[in-house]
């Protein structure tokens, strides 16, 4: 009986090893790598090709293009032969000798101070209310952001009827008789008025997007701590919220530099309302076409645009990274 039973023992020993032995104890993942088909290749490339295609020849294709004219005195008429290389010519032009450039370069930067001390601020503050939840803050949220999707010609038409000299609704509130479009002294700041609705709906919705991806947890720690609203805001809630400061900045800084469309439907960028992209098209699509002079003063727009971002943003990501 004992050696029976340790015969059992045995045998049930051994096929215990024996299966155990059998199951693998890692089973190795499977290193066979699926390749795609013949049509999936043909849309993946398609969809990389043809962004590719199109940002180079609408974008980067016409950039490099105007870099090179600003080098040329071509007047758009005939082939290449008409183009004539005159080094930095235009440039020296420009900078010295055109005297609408120097209004343009104070109104571009009116324009930038004008949208970070205006619309920006305003923005901030209706976005911190609205995400308080208060009634209606749907309603109100579409009413602020309407001004953005409204066409050029809708915007000029709503803004003459109130900066009308004759039946504007402006000088009838204040019982003046100011042509605010056509006086050189305040048409600037009325158009910036206008540029401004526009603007503070856009700033609104980033910074309300943005509020609602902070934790929740950073404001009952400051109300733990005993901070006020503001202090709170200032000192935990908009630092977290640096990359929606980088892409207002970004906005803002590009907004001031593209400004065009108001101005360019009220008088062509004159009469007190010269901007460099009023002076591009002028120069470029007026009666006097010079291209090569309405390149220097693009490239010129480009050059301010690039560095102007490209300082900040370097620095930004050094902090981030510290």
Do not use: C
Request: overall charge positive; aromatic content about 10%.
């Amino acid at each position: 009986m004992k050696a029976t039973a340790a015969d059992t023992a045995a045998q049930s020993a051994a096929k215990a090893t024996a299966a155990a032995a059998e199951v693998p104890t890692h089973v190795p993942r499977d290193k066979r790598v699926r390749r795609l088909g013949r049509g999936d290749r043909l849309v993946v490339a398609g969809m990389v090709l043809v962004p590719t295609v199109l940002v180079l020849g609408l974008v980067w294709g016409p950039a490099v293009a105007t870099v090179l004219l600003s080098f040329t005195n071509w007047d758009g008429i005939g082939g290449w032969s008409s183009i004539h290389f005159v080094g930095v010519k235009n440039y020296h032009d420009v900078i010295t000798i055109y005297p609408p450039f120097k209004p343009a370069i104070e109104h571009n930067l009116l324009w930038l101070a004008f949208l970070f001390l205006l619309p920006t601020v305003f923005g901030i503050f209706l976005a911190v209310l609205l995400d308080k939840e208060v009634r209606g803050s749907r309603f109100y949220q579409t009413a602020l952001y309407l001004p953005i999707v409204l066409s050029l010609a809708l915007t000029g038409f709503i803004w003459q009827l109130i900066y009308s000299r004759d039946q504007g609704l402006l000088n009838a509130v204040l019982h003046t008789h100011v042509d605010w479009y056509g006086n050189p002294h305040v048409n600037i700041w009325a158009v910036l008025v206008a540029a401004s609705w526009k603007h503070t709906g856009y700033i609104m919705l980033l910074y309300l997007a943005g509020l609602k991806s902070v934790d929740p947890s950073l404001r009952e720690a400051a109300a733990v701590d005993g901070a006020s609203e503001v202090r709170t805001f200032f000192g935990v809630i908009f630092p977290v919220m640096r990359p929606i400061n980088v892409i207002v900045l970004v906005v803002t800084v590009i907004e001031s530099l593209r400004a065009f469309d108001l101005v360019w439907v009220i008088n062509n960028g004159t009469n007190g309302l010269e901007l460099i992209s009023t002076l591009v098209a002028s120069n470029v699509i007026g009666e006097a076409s010079r291209i090569g002079f309405g390149s220097a003063l693009a490239t010129l727009m480009l050059v301010v645009s690039t560095v102007s971002i490209g300082i900040y943003l370097p620095t930004l990501m050094r902090e981030d990274k510290r």
